[in-house]
């Protein structure tokens, strides 16, 4: 997909070709099979162990779409070596929402478009559900903005790791097992299995992730208050930020999107903002861009 207009097959109209739409079952099977997986829970059970890493791995993998894929690659909101930001791409890569590129690419057209006819998610164009996930079951994934993303493209790592972003699901897997197994090992009165942990660890915990970040796209677009007069419907929510560990001041972040700290004032909760000063003050990261003082000029709220 390039940066023309979306075709209207993309916004929701009916497929009637018949080999479109097998096509559409295929590409979204993966998705599908992760969502249905999550029903295993049923067979495996759960233990505090297994609810202890399903939350510990969500909430660590919201912070690399919030901190790195969002807030670094999407918006160069602070400046790292190239060294971490290889480190942080292949992070992302275990969030399961496809390259650091291709994340990218799409979330910059999105604000340069936000709401307009060619946002492909915009609420506006077919509801809550359409700009949740419709469009991405309906859409190609495999549709890498290029021209949105020339200032990253030009480091091959990034794209090997845009290519190969499986390598980062198949370590994430791998990982979720070992610790399973570990678990097995050392916490048997607990009840807890490797298969057990790998459901919630892997495939709950994906599926929480998933959805969480959905949630920007339609309810940040639909529900909350509007402290700045921004050219789309994006609003502030306080519940949204807190699951998303500030992704839900999206009205703030419409009103400056440069600002690395969502949350602009000093009671708005920014668990992202949080943890990346603290990356900072290891000196992994540096230069956290702030919104100027004229941007909070006209705020009603």
């Known amino acids: 997909?390039?940066?023309?207009?979306?075709?209207?097959?993309?916004?929701?109209?009916?497929?009637?070709?018949?080999?479109?739409?097998?096509?559409?079952?295929?590409?979204?099977?993966?998705?599908?099979?992760?969502?249905?997986?999550?029903?295993?829970?049923?067979?495996?059970?759960?233990?505090?162990?297994?609810?202890?890493?399903?939350?510990?791995?969500?909430?660590?993998?919201?912070?690399?779409?919030?901190?790195?894929?969002?807030?670094?690659?999407?918006?160069?909101?602070?400046?790292?070596?190239?060294?971490?930001?290889?480190?942080?791409?292949?992070?992302?890569?275990?969030?399961?929402?496809?390259?650091?590129?291709?994340?990218?690419?799409?979330?910059?057209?999105?604000?340069?478009?936000?709401?307009d006819e060619e946002d492909v998610h915009s609420p506006l164009h077919g509801g809550f559900w359409w700009a949740h996930v419709g469009w991405l079951i309906r859409v190609s994934r495999d549709d890498t903005r290029w021209d949105e993303v020339k200032d990253l493209a030009r480091f091959p790592e990034l794209r090997f790791f845009e290519s190969h972003y499986r390598l980062g699901m198949a370590a994430y897997a791998g990982g979720v097992i070992g610790l399973g197994f570990w678990l097995e090992r050392t916490f048997p009165q607990t009840g807890v299995t490797w298969l057990q942990v790998l459901v919630w660890?892997?495939?709950?915990?994906?599926?929480?992730?998933?959805?969480?970040?959905?949630?920007?796209?339609?309810?940040?677009?639909?529900?909350?208050?509007?402290?700045?007069?921004?050219?789309?419907?994006?609003?502030?929510?306080?519940?949204?930020?807190?699951?998303?560990?500030?992704?839900?001041w999206h009205n703030n972040h419409h009103r400056y999107p440069g600002s690395e700290r969502n949350g602009f004032y000093w009671y708005e909760i920014d668990i992202t903002h949080w943890l990346l000063t603290v990356l900072s003050w290891c000196g992994l990261v540096w230069d956290l861009r702030r919104p100027p003082r004229h941007i909070y000029e006209g705020a009603t709220k």
């Open 1 to 115: 997909m390039t940066s023309e207009a979306v075709p209207a097959v993309q916004r929701g109209a009916p497929e009637t070709d018949s080999s479109s739409r097998l096509h559409a079952v295929v590409r979204n099977l993966p998705f599908t099979l992760v969502h249905l997986l999550a029903l295993a829970a049923i067979w495996t059970g759960v233990s505090w162990p297994a609810v202890v890493v399903c939350l510990g791995l969500y909430w660590m993998r919201v912070f690399f779409i919030t901190g790195f894929y969002h807030r670094y690659f999407s918006h160069r909101s602070y400046r790292t070596s190239r060294v971490f930001q290889a480190v942080i791409a292949f992070l992302g890569t275990t969030a399961m929402q496809k390259g650091p590129l291709w994340w990218a690419g799409h979330h910059r057209f999105h604000h340069r478009h936000s709401d």
């Open 201 to 248: 660890g892997f495939v709950i915990s994906t599926v929480m992730l998933w959805h969480t970040t959905y949630l920007i796209n339609s309810g940040a677009h639909m529900w909350g208050s509007r402290r700045f007069d921004t050219k789309d419907t994006s609003r502030n929510n306080f519940w949204l930020a807190l699951v998303t560990m500030g992704e839900g």
